[in-house]
């Protein structure tokens, strides 16, 4: 049987799925750890310093992925009068966020329908996404789809858009450019939206929306607002280099370049950092939200995780 700390370790290792498959096992981990507290004979102290010690540890598996760490605080919160999260009313807050959660991509589908139509551009591989496109099939002449070195996430994309019957292109990311012109708009997913309405997701969506800046595409994100963040990108890059990237979680070089070169230094980082000023509209269940809108929601998970802190 797989245990809490083995789904644990899953979530913080996967290099397959997207953040929407992350956020939505993160929440079962702590519904189903819930669960099975209230049959033990711990006592209601123990079962909530366990109910903490494991969200804490969830909070912090994937940096780049803040809806782990609102979900956590969601779930883990005190309740309405103050109090504490007990083990019920925690596997309460799980049931009732996995069941938002999981409708949520319809939602974010009728306000982003309008908008997805013709020959549209996305990268790696979401959920979210992947969902959303589905749903607006209808309205879809062709998806040209990047690749996404150095794992291919971007094939699988390919693949399951295909399977339901969408027209695809799979082209290299370098191609991107000569693609754009074609193009009524680019969509992606998020990992993370920070408090700016800046976007952490797959490494190379950066530099696709800039292209997308370039040929004057409108470049939208589709997103739960489960993903909204209470962290900040620091605007002197160059100064707080060290602490910008470390949202942005490095991974192996071999993924790169699998046998090594004398002297050649390969780095490999998962997600990059798309500013604001690229992204044309921000599309989630509750609609196209202004920077305002997000930043209220940001210091709401703000808030939630410093509930978990005390």
């Known amino acids: 049987m797989t245990t809490i700390e083995q789904r644990i370790e899953h979530i913080r290792n996967d290099r397959e799925h997207g953040s ?15 669960q099975s507290l209230i049959d033990t004979q711990l006592t209601a102290d123990e079962q909530q310093q366990r109910l903490r010690q494991v969200g804490h ?3 912090q598996a994937r940096p780049a992925m803040a809806a ?7 779930i883990l ?6 109090s504490v999260a007990t083990t ?15 409708s949520s991509t319809a939602s974010i589908s009728q306000f982003a329908r309008p908008l997805l139509k ?36 971007g094939r699988t ?56 800046h370039g040929h004057n595409v409108p470049f939208y994100v589709l997103s739960e607002t489960l993903k909204i963040s209470p962290h900040h990108w620091q605007s002197d890059e160059m100064i707080q280099w060290q602490q910008n990237t470390t949202m942005l979680e ?30 044309t509209a921000i599309i989630t269940e509750q609609g196209i939200l202004n920077h305002h809108e997000i930043a209220a929601i940001a210091q709401q998970a703000q808030a939630n995780e410093e509930a978990l802190r005390t």
């Open 77 to 82: 919160a005190p309740v309405e009068d103050g």
């Open 20 to 34: 929407r498959w992350l956020v939505r096992e993160t929440i079962c981990v702590l519904h189903d750890l819930a």
């Open 250 to 279: 490095e991974k192996e070089a071999a993924e790169v370049l699998a046998q090594p070169i004398e002297h050649v230094q390969v780095r490999n980082f998962y997600f990059d950092h798309t500013p604001p000023q690229l992204v």
């Open 157 to 212: 994309m390919a693949a399951e858009l295909a399977k339901k019957e969408l027209p695809v292109t799979l082209i290299t990311d370098a191609q991107a450019a000569i693609f754009l012109p074609l193009c009524h708009a680019v969509v992606v997913g998020a990992d993370s939206i920070l408090t700016d309405g800046s976007v952490l997701n797959k490494a190379g969506t950066s530099l696709l929306a800039w292209a997308a």
């Open 88 to 102: 019920v009313t925690a596997m309460q807050a799980a049931t009732k966020l996995l069941q938002d959660y999981d």
């Open 57 to 59: 540890t969830l909070a």
């Open 118 to 153: 013709q020959h549209l551009m996305t990268c790696s591989i979401s959920g979210t996404v992947l969902d959303v496109l589905v749903e607006c099939r209808d309205h879809i002449t062709e998806m040209i789809v990047l690749e996404g070195r150095p794992r291919y996430e």
């Open 68 to 74: 782990i760490a609102s979900a956590v605080g969601r």
